[in-house]
């Protein structure tokens, strides 16, 4: 048998509850747009060190080939 505490209880959780979920729902969001800015530096660093290691490569086989060459 339902009383009138049980029915306020139960409102207020509902309304904690939704409350609750707003707030992860709001947070999930935020999380979705820092993890894209964090994949477009992560991208940027890995193009970066690959020119890096291009430029080392070419720089060494042009050293070397000077060397051999004289």
Known sequence: MKTKNTDD????VMTHLMYI?????????????VNGRLNR??????????????????????ISLVGVLT
């Open 21 to 33: 979920k707003e707030k992860v729902d709001a947070n999930f969001e935020h999380l979705e747009r």
């Open 41 to 62: 530096a992560e991208n940027d660093i890995a193009r970066m060190k690959a020119i890096g290691v291009t430029l080392f490569t070419m720089l060494t086989i042009a």
């Open 9 to 12: 209880y139960r409102d207020a």
